[in-house]
């Protein structure tokens, strides 16, 4: 059990740590080549901060550990919602910026809804998974079109932009770092994967259950660090918008994408309570940011107790 915990948290450490490198490596490569803040902010680093999610979700789906890959991607989307943005609103109350509620809340709406149905069948296979990936390309698309300046201030908050062409000798540094990145990634997600599976074995948890608790919290680290400091900031447009995007991103391009190289398997059982419990996260946040176009401390507390619910109840069902 131990060996297995260690293997859990070290493979998510190196994970975080490949993720980190790849977004930045890979935006100051974008960026020297000539590519536009807006440009990037909506591929490179939106598609680097949701790499956790996805290669642990892959390298899961791959092994035949799907039940592992959907927990994740779910515990995932809750505990940005419940947990990160309320620690982030427990430290300063966020007004919700009108774009959000505009385009992107809809949209996270909309796919919550999608996976959901789909979930019924029993499976994402390669063909659903596929139409997903095309939708997260098409929001992405339609994201640029619609609101450049949301792109742009997320390659800024990330990635400060070189100034000038970088040299041969940097862009060697930088193509180094991004194959440090791309490593960190797969070694990273194979430990924890593999620790997660121990552990859910040895303590006699289910997979889901350890995918919606430890796997999810600590593949959404980016997000509560991200979310935090730009709660500290005063940046709301960051902190609610990085949550956001990562929960678009983590329906239609993870568990889409996923679902297109390895089947997912949908157990039922989750419509007892983790489909629930993601529905119901996606209608509060868009039911918060509603009524005032504000979420406020006492919001955050109330999300952060719900979290600790939602965790205990998990672990409980998962023990059955």
Avoid at 11 to 35: E, I, K, N, P, T
Avoid at 232 to 255: E, Q, Y
């Amino acid at each position: 059990m131990l060996l297995d915990a260690v293997l859990t948290v070290g493979g998510l450490g190196v994970l975080l740590a490949g993720a980190w490198l790849l977004v930045r490596s890979a935006s100051r490569l974008a960026m020297g080549f000539g590519l536009s803040p807006v440009i990037v902010g909506a591929t490179v680093v939106a598609f680097g901060t949701s790499a956790p999610e996805f290669v642990v979700g892959l390298v899961a789906g791959i092994q035949d550990r799907g039940d592992l890959a959907v927990g994740s991607v779910f515990g995932s989307n809750i505990t940005n919602v419940a947990l990160v943005l309320g620690i982030a609103a427990v430290i300063r109350p966020m007004d919700v910026h009108p774009r959000l509620l505009r385009w992107e809340m809809p949209v996270l709406l909309a796919a919550t809804v999608v996976v959901a149905a789909l979930g019924l069948t029993g499976t994402i296979g390669h063909a659903t998974g596929a139409l997903l990936f095309v939708a997260l390309i098409a929001f992405v698309g339609l994201s640029l079109w619609l609101q450049p300046n949301a792109a742009e201030t997320l390659a800024a908050d990330h990635v400060p932009a070189p100034a000038g062409k970088l040299t041969r000798r940097e862009m060697a540094e930088q193509s180094a770092l991004l194959v440090l990145g791309v490593g960190g990634l797969a070694v990273g997600s194979e430990l924890a994967v593999n620790g997660a599976t121990g552990i859910a074995g040895r303590a006699g948890i289910s997979e889901v259950a350890i995918g919606v608790t430890v796997v999810a919290i600590g593949t959404s680290m980016p997000e509560i660090v991200t979310t935090a400091v730009a709660a500290l900031r005063g940046n709301h447009d960051i902190a609610l918008g990085n949550v956001v995007g990562s929960n678009v991103f983590n329906l239609l391009g993870v568990l889409g994408l996923t679902g297109a190289v390895a089947t997912l398997p949908i157990d039922s059982a989750l419509y007892r309570f983790e489909v629930p419990a993601l529905a119901l996260s996606t209608v509060v946040l868009f039911a918060l940011s509603w009524s005032d176009t504000r979420l406020n401390r006492w919001e955050g507390a109330v999300l952060l107790a719900a979290y600790v619910a939602m965790v205990a109840t998990v672990l409980a069902r998962g023990a059955m």
